[in-house]
């Protein structure tokens, strides 16, 4: 049984293949073109899960589409006659792309694939409760749903068990905690549905002094964690921006313009912003435990990828345990709408894997094979050393413990917006530089993003208070007292951004600005070369961590082939890029000529 799930037309757009109820194959379209968020069709996507699933289109029993586009589209209609004659603009522009495209999902499924079968609609929010419960661990849980909108949904929450999900009760549009979030990414000047992380990551920088405004006035929120948002401060509903000049004269000001100059406003802005939404979410949390009785959480939807506050649920919150979606946006929408036709749909069974889940690493895009490597490297004249693999994890982790900065391409690209050791750039956790020279050479972003940490499953309880595994970077903790520094009085009264360049712990590199840190826990079972790294890493530092950021520059999606690694490795300051068990030194390298048209000569296993 071959079932394609398929989301595309709002953001990150994306391709899921299940066989017999296992998740085969799963990529962002970005990958593929380049283009950052990609929403457009799917296709290349598309074609590799079915090269990698070794089936042809005729092959597909079903085909899934992750939300239900005549509904949507009611939503907008609706939203737009109760705003009428206001936002005219925002309806014709929308109104283009509707009647091009999305209200002909089963023709544009047919003209781009040429596939004439049963397709399949789940509602959006069922699509990500399918693609939080299904590959979890646990036979039955509670799951939590949370994002901009849907088709009217916003917010669900119900139970999963067995095979069979219940959604139990929900929020709708306007009302979204996504939107309000995405709202203040508007206003600090990020780019929404891209940006959102980029505030998550400024909040440690500010004061919460906001929150009651915010709560005063833009947010009726419950002690169930139910609330309502004031849409006389907001714009989205029917004009071209997230908010308004009553949000402008409330917090004193215009918008700040994308690129200028940071202000302590902003940074107080982004950590209001944060502690509201995580009170929402803390409180939906306790609610759901309350009225399902279930001691396990599940998540997605946009909100869930807020690794702050998915951190707080797990310390705080009444669950025993939560496991989170690590493709937990839009393009998760494929794999829950695929997964969904082969549990809730065709009925068949569902045993739950205990301790391991079956998203597998999420280690779910394309792969290169030794002599697809070894042809692009000698189609183009690239000088490389090749390595054994004994020698491999000892010579990089030689590398990092020098201070250099090496680009990690192995195994199969992850699926979900983290990189998780198959698409990375890795360095040296103990350097006290490394976040600067990472930030401003390598990644070419803004100087206050911190880096996460790669660190040892069996370790990572040596230094982080967190008790359990973290394999798809979506949880944070702290760093544990005894590896922090002690701050003398003059760093103890550093203010916002002054913050900085301060040395925190052992590991500063990866340690924010609060002592906390974004944990990937590394496993010898999902990626065994890649835990071999760190443990050579720690054979010579007594360190079980390192820096691991994702194999791409600002604005540009994470690399998937080795064409595009090799293109990042030249147009950055990196030292050093590993291949597969190719070793390439920048020094070596020939000049790089970016306007070349560089030709894919090889062709997917």
Not at 133 to 157: H, I, K, R
Not at 442 to 449: A, C, L, M, N, V
């Amino acid at each position: 049984m071959n079932i394609l799930g398929i989301s595309c037309y709002y953001h990150d757009a994306a391709a899921c293949l299940v066989q017999d109820g296992k998740i085969v194959a799963a990529a962002q379209e970005e990958r593929f073109t380049r283009k950052k968020h990609d929403q457009d069709f799917p296709k290349n996507a598309i074609d590799y899960c079915l090269k990698e699933g070794q089936i042809d289109v005729a092959n597909l029993d079903y085909v899934a589409f992750y939300d239900k586009p005549f509904l949507k589209f009611e939503r907008i209609l609706e939203t737009y006659v109760a705003y009428a004659p206001k936002g005219l603009r925002s309806f014709q522009m929308a109104m283009q792309l509707w009647l091009r495209k999305k209200l002909w999902i089963p023709d544009l499924i047919s003209k781009e694939i040429n596939y004439d079968g049963d397709i399949i609609y789940p509602e959006h929010h069922e699509s990500h409760a399918a693609s939080a419960f299904f590959p979890s661990p646990f036979q039955e849980a509670a799951f939590l749903t949370m994002d901009g909108v849907g088709e009217w949904t916003t917010t669900s929450y119900g139970t999963g068990k067995g095979n069979r999900l219940s959604i139990e009760a929900e929020l709708h549009f306007p009302h979204s905690l996504g939107l309000l979030y995405s709202a203040f990414t508007y206003y600090t000047g990020f780019k929404v549905n891209s940006g959102e992380y980029k505030i998550m990551g400024l909040a440690p920088y500010g004061e919460p002094k906001y929150v009651q405004t915010i709560l005063d006035n833009l947010v009726d929120l419950k002690e169930d964690g139910s609330f309502r948002l004031n849409m006389e401060y907001f714009n989205y509903c029917a004009g071209l921006t997230m908010t308004n000049g009553k949000f402008d004269k409330l917090f004193g000001g215009p918008p700040r313009v994308g690129e200028s100059e940071l202000t302590q406003r902003e940074m107080d802005l982004t950590r209001s912003i944060q502690e509201v939404t995580e009170e929402i979410v803390l409180r939906t949390a306790r609610h759901i435990h309350k009225e399902t009785g279930m001691k396990q959480l599940c998540m997605a939807g946009g909100v869930a990828l807020n690794c702050v506050g998915n951190g707080r649920v797990l310390r705080e919150g009444p669950f025993d345990d939560i496991w989170i979606q690590p493709a937990a946006g839009d393009a998760g929408g494929a794999l829950g709408a695929a997964i969904f036709t082969w549990h809730q749909v065709l009925g068949n069974e569902r045993i739950a894997a205990n301790k391991s889940d079956t998203q597998r690493g999420s280690y779910l895009g394309p792969g290169y094979s030794e002599g697809e490597i070894s042809q692009f490297l000698n189609d183009h004249k690239l000088p490389y050393e090749k390595l054994s693999e004994k020698e491999l994890p000892t010579k990089v982790a030689d590398m990092i413990v020098s201070d250099k900065v090496v680009g990690w391409f192995q195994g199969r690209m992850e699926f979900g917006p983290r990189a998780l050791g198959g698409r990375s750039i890795i360095g040296d956790a103990r350097s006290a530089n490394m976040q600067k020279v990472m930030n401003l050479k390598i990644k070419y972003r803004e100087s206050f993003r911190p880096f996460a940490p790669s660190v040892l499953e069996e370790k990572v309880s040596d230094f982080f208070d967190i008790d359990r595994s973290s394999p798809y970077m979506l949880l944070v903790a702290q760093v544990r007292e005894d590896k922090k520094r002690k701050m003398t009085k003059e760093e103890d009264g550093l203010f916002g951004i002054e913050k900085l360049n301060v040395q925190r712990s052992v590991v500063p590199a990866i340690t924010h600005v609060d002592y906390s840190a974004r944990i990937q826990t590394v496993s010898k079972e999902t990626n065994p070369r890649y835990h071999d790294l760190i443990s050579s890493v720690e054979s010579k530092t007594d360190c079980p961590i390192i820096i691991n950021t994702s194999f791409n520059v600002r604005g540009e999606p994470i690399v998937c082939t080795p064409m595009d690694a090799y293109k990042c490795f030249m147009r950055t300051e990196m030292d050093y890029l590993v291949l597969g068990n190719f070793l390439l030194d920048k020094t070596k390298q020939p000049k790089f000529h970016d306007d070349i048209d560089w030709k894919q000569t090889y062709e997917l296993d």
